[in-house]
Nanobody, 123 residues
Framework: QVQLVESGGGLVQTGGSLRLSCAAS????????MGWYRQAPGKQRELVARITSGGSTNYADSVKGRFTISKDNAKLAVYLQMNSLKPEDTSVYYCNADVIRSATYAYTPYTSWGQGTQVTVSS
């Protein structure tokens, strides 16, 4: 299958920065897109940022100008640089990947999620 391993969450003060990392592994033929979502208690999971294999990006309006998504194709990794953090950014952040799986899985599409990493911004 496809596994995503996240790292980089933690506690930071308002205005601080954090960098999240996510690495994909497993039965991957092609990575179509990777992204970051977040979910706060009592709220729905929402898109934070996403990047396609071609490098196109999109961001939630609430993070534009503060967060930057990037990728390393060789490492099958995606990163989220978060600057000027605010208390409302506090959430569990989940890595997401849309892939085409390998021949073992008949080159079928698959969406994988990471286990989540907590980001807490104190005021």
């Amino acid at each position: 299958q496809v596994q995503l391993v996240e790292s980089g969450g933690g506690l930071v003060q308002t205005g601080g920065s954090l960098r999240l990392s996510c690495a994909a592994s497993g039965s991957i033929f092609r990575l179509n897109a990777m992204g970051w979502y977040r979910q706060a208690p009592g709220k729905q999971r929402e898109l934070v940022a996403r990047i396609t294999s071609g490098g196109s990006t999109n961001y939630a309006d609430s993070v534009k100008g503060r967060f930057t998504i990037s990728k390393d194709n060789a490492k099958l990794a995606v990163y989220l640089q978060m600057n000027s953090l605010k208390p409302e950014d506090t959430s569990v952040y989940y890595c997401n990947a849309d892939v085409i799986r390998s021949a073992t899985y008949a080159y079928t599409p698959y969406t994988s999620w990471g286990q989540g990493t907590q980001v807490t911004v104190s005021s």
